[in-house]
């Protein structure tokens, strides 16, 4: 089994910067895709942020420029650097890794249980 735990939501002014981090435990052989995913109220759940196990990387056209995901694979570990954040930015954040198991034949995707950020003046 494999558990996702977050850190580092809040509460900032416009403008102003978090960084999410986001580390994964459990019998884990290898973790392929790793991404960031975000849901505001009344909305659906869009992907804001992805990072490969190669580093290759993709944002959503309204993160980009701002946002930052980066990945520590000997921790096991994917961050979100956030800067000059705007209101719109505000919701909840959910980490997402998939992740092969040691003894199982395929991946699945995980989900961590979500932080809040919220930008607000």
């Known amino acids: 089994q494999v558990q996702l735990v977050e850190s580092g939501g809040g509460l900032v002014q416009p403008g102003g910067s978090l960084r999410l981090s986001c580390a994964a435990s459990?019998?884990?052989?290898?973790?392929?895709?790793m991404g960031w995913y975000r849901q505001a109220p009344g909305n659906e759940r869009e992907l804001a942020a992805l990072?490969?196990?190669?580093?290759?990387?993709n944002y959503a056209d309204s993160v980009k420029g701002r946002f930052t995901i980066s990945r520590d694979n000997a921790k096991n570990t994917v961050y979100l650097q956030m800067n000059s954040l705007k209101p719109e930015d505000t919701a909840v954040y959910y980490c997402n890794a998939d992740v092969l198991l040691y003894g199982k034949f395929s991946s699945r995707p995980y989900w961590g249980q979500g932080t809040q950020v919220t930008v607000s003046s």
């Open positions: 990072i490969t196990r190669g580093d290759s990387t």
């Open positions: 459990g019998s884990i052989f290898k973790i392929n895709d």
